[in-house]
């Protein structure tokens, strides 16, 4: 790793910002030198500091809290196999060993969710902690601990006794907390609790892509609007096939943005990162495999991080014999996994259960707001953010509203309309997210997983499911709001009492499916299956249509061809486009020497691909043409991220066979009318001139590898660079199965993907890998800081070591103090 020197004289505390690891992930922090000489440089392989010693993986520790013996296994990659008697010990263990490895990275977490983050890094981040305190995450945790089963309130004490078990008696804090000058404060049971909270509302699809469409309104009407809002192509595929059903319009929905306008912002900010849609697994039972057996993938895709955004492990003793991807801070297996018996792994439903209501307030009394019923006093919190200073802390009050519908969001969320609630499943416990994942956890068949599935309202997700019997199917989870009208696409009035929520879809109702004929399930972040109520408007189909292409081919698997699928490269949007890109510029000299790459080109987003790189250029000045005359370039640039842009891919796929299309006219050319293939002929010039520039004249040399890298990066990175990897070639784009989607604003640096992986031959368990880069460790300097990154970057997974972890020859006890 490169490293930089920086002077501690240009790094104050008040320099950056932070977003949050885990869905929670922070993203930029500062630190305050030690003294005004001090250079803040990476240690060297000298440095003997305590903050640089990595905990020992073998012996004996002796600690307070624990009844008996546990023995912990840990794997050359750093994965620890916990074996426990009892279930308390098993927890607290948990809790002990992840804080071991990722303790500043759980503090970070739960300081969000306190919205204390300003208590350790300063001024910078008294936006985020308003908003956290606003929305009131740590409000919700502790009603949602109090009306958790008494079983899962033990779990969660156990792990925070576990974690507290290692905070008392660490003598060597990462080497996070010397930079900032900082100590962790005792873990309590609902810092657990807010981090599933902070997870639940990560994956929440409506809570940024509303305020945009409302923008988008206001700036350039209905009838644009009403091509952006996503709407699937008649030909996507469905995760089950379909039962006849058709969605209902809407009743009511109107597509004029109401209210008073508030304060536009084309920064993104979002102190819970965004979650960039790329997840899948694919599920194929026996009949379909040459083992006979059920063979299963998983993949849940976000932003990839340094510390790694989940933690492998695996717990064995009562009930539990589990193993997967687990959430720092958070007891349990959550992501994806599998027991003895089944196998799991989620992707986002994409659901739509969190809506904005305009509240009118009184004239007469800024405490009061309108109903049908006459006005009606908020409900007022007096809030404290508390804000390291070199001398101490300084303190800001001040006030949050809540109205029937929710917190009053707009001083704390850009774009958001003037006094404009904020109305979200998970801010109404219980949501009983530890209830049902614990439960899930144990499940033995596919009843005990919809059992335990049954209770869970938030967040939505869609978990695939296998067992060793050979059955596959799924369960959407969701609570669905039904609306008296509308469907939650804009912010809506609060006033009328027109678009309230009467209830949610049972779950009954909830798309599921079980040994489906076909002999395979799969779910790419698109529909479920054809239902008569409104889910959402942000479902995906791109992957799925490449998934579908894939399945046709053969009638059986092997485990290895299945597995190959979770790296699958190829482009269903450049297969839509390119044969249009020929024809339209065919015959333009200046175009023919880049339009050759695409001869013969298999539409692979690989790093030797240069053809590759064109077309990823070519698409996205495609839409930048498309739609930077109405909406500006601001806005236009907010479509063009990562996070939005299937919006203006399913725009283009939905007009793209009008010629004509009123978008393709150039607004700006007011003598002349643009069409679709004026505007693609525009885009491949732009495309050949960007290139040309930034890398060679000479398009052969265009490699994807050279521009599409992935650089994890830590959350003190951006100042201490010396925590970040270098950067790692990698395929795939924001349309493949193996996604790779890329930062707009650093060209084509990937910005997303696989952040961990599973495969699991539900014939033989012992055979089942996983990966979770860019390692298990989040101290700098471990064995386990960066092994993962290179190995994941080629596709290669990790053995998991199920059944035969006990054979591993690092053993470390952790035994009761006397």
């Known amino acids: ?146 009306l958790m089963k008494p079983e899962s309130r033990a779990i969660i004490d156990a792990y925070t006794k576990g974690v507290n078990a290692y905070i008392d008696t660490c003598e060597n804090l990462p080497i996070e907390y010397k930079f900032l000058q900082v100590k962790p404060q005792p873990w309590e049971p609902q810092d657990s609790v807010v981090a599933g909270l902070l997870m639940a509302y990560s994956l929440n699809r409506p809570k940024d892509t509303e305020l945009i469409l409302y923008q988008i309104g206001l700036k350039a009407g209905e009838d644009v609007l009403k091509n952006i809002i996503p709407t699937l192509p008649d030909y996507a595929p469905t995760v089950s096939e379909s039962n006849g059903n058709s969605k209902p319009a809407a009743t009511g929905v109107n597509l004029v943005p109401q209210g008073e306008p508030g304060q536009f912002s084309s920064a993104w900010f979002c102190p819970i990162p965004l979650n960039i849609p790329a997840s899948n697994w694919m599920i194929f039972a026996g009949s379909r495999t040459t083992t006979g057996k059920a063979v299963f993938t998983g993949s849940p895709d976000l932003q990839p ?34 027991n003895r018996k089944i196998a799991w792994s989620t992707t986002n439903g994409r659901g739509d259960e969190l809506d904005y209501f305009i509240e009118k307030l009184n004239p007469d009394n800024p405490n009061q707001y309108l109903t049908e019923n006459g006005y009606k006093d908020f409900k007022l919190i007096d809030e404290v953010v508390k804000i390291k200073i070199k001398e101490g802390f300084n303190e800001e009050k001040f006030q949050v509203k809540i109205s029937r519908h929710g917190p009053i969001i707009s001083d704390v969320v850009p774009n958001a309309p003037a006094n404009c609630a904020m109305m979200w499943v998970g801010l109404q416990p219980p949501t009983n997210i530890f209830d049902g994942f614990d439960a899930l956890i144990r499940a033995n068949n596919f009843e005990e997983f919809r059992r335990a599935l049954s209770v869970v309202k938030t967040p939505t997700l869609n978990i695939g499911y296998a067992d060793v019997k050979g059955n596959i199917g799924y369960q959407y989870v969701m609570s669905v709001p039904l609306r008296k009208n509308g469907d939650g696409t804009l912010p809506v ?62 009638e059986k698997f092997t485990p290895e061809e299945i597995r190959s699928m979770q790296l699958d490269n190829v482009s269903m949007v450049a297969k839509r486009w390119v044969l249009e890109i020929l024809q339209v510029c065919g015959n333009t000299e200046e175009l023919r020497t880049a339009l050759a790459l695409f001869h013969g080109w298999n539409y692979s987003i690989d790093i030797q691909s240069p053809a590759a790189t064109l077309f990823n250029s070519f698409y996205a000045h495609l839409i930048r043409n498309t739609l930077e005359d109405e909406l500006g370039k601001e806005l236009c640039d907010m479509l063009l991220n990562p996070y939005l842009i299937y919006q203006p891919d399913m725009m283009l796929t939905n007009i793209m066979g009008n010629n004509n299309h009123f978008l393709f006219d150039d607004v700006k050319t007011p003598d002349a ?40 990066k830590h959350s003190l990175g951006s100042k201490l660079a010396f925590f970040n990897l270098e950067p790692i070639p990698t395929h795939g784009d924001d349309f493949t199965i193996n996604a790779g989607a890329w930062d707009n604003k650093d060209p084509y640096a990937m910005d997303s993907g696989g952040v961990i992986r599973m495969v699991v031959d539900m014939s033989n368990l012992e055979s089942a890998t996983l990966i979770s880069p860019p390692g298990q460790s989040g101290r700098y300097k471990s064995p386990y800081y960066s092994d993962q990154a290179e190995i994941w970057a080629k596709g290669v997974q990790i053995p998991a070591h199920y059944l035969s972890a006990e054979k591993l020859p690092q053993l470390l006890v952790l035994e009761p103090a006397r």
């Not at 720092?328 to 599998?338: E, W």
């Not at 008569?532 to 292409?549: G, N, Q, V």
């Open 1 to 146: 790793m490169k490293s930089k020197r920086l002077k501690a004289s240009i790094i104050p505390l008040s320099v950056i910002a932070v977003l949050v690891l885990l869905l929670l992930t922070v993203t930029m922090a500062c630190v305050r030198p030690q003294s005004p000489s001090t250079e803040l440089q990476p240690p060297s392989a000298e440095d003997t500091s305590p903050e640089l010693q990595m905990p020992s993986y073998s012996g004996t520790i002796a600690l307070d809290g624990l009844t008996a013996k546990v023995k912990v296994h840990t794997d050359k990659y750093g994965v620890p196999h916990i074996f426990a008697k009892n279930e308390a010990d098993l927890f607290f263990a948990q809790g002990y060993i992840t804080a071991r490895e990722r303790l500043f990275q759980m503090d970070m977490t739960r300081l969000a969710g306190r919205g204390e983050l300003s208590t350790c890094l300063g001024e910078v981040t008294i936006k985020a902690d308003k908003f956290f305190k606003t929305v009131g995450f740590y409000r919700v945790a502790e009603a949602e601990y109090q």
């Open 305 to 338: 991080k340094i510390p790694a955004l989940f933690y492998l492990l695996h717990m064995k003793g009562g009930r539990y014999d589990v193993i997967g991807g687990s959430i720092p801070g958070a007891p349990g297996i959550n992501v994806l996994g599998f």
């Open 493 to 554: 009035p609060g006033d009328t009492g027109e678009y309230e929520w009467t209830g949610f879809v049972p779950f009954e109702k909830l798309p599921y499916d079980y040994n489906p004929a076909k002999g395979y399930v799969a779910s790419f972040n698109n529909p479920p299956m054809d239902v008569d109520y409104h889910i959402t408007s942000y479902f995906m189909f791109e992957r799925a249509l490449r998934f579908d292409e894939i399945v046709k081919n053969k």
């Open 673 to 712: 009318k643009e069409t679709r293939d004026d505007i693609i002929s525009r885009s491949m010039k732009d495309a050949v001139n960007e290139l040309s520039t930034r890398l060679d004249g000479d398009p052969t040399k265009w490699e994807w590898g050279k521009v599409h890298t992935m650089t994890f």
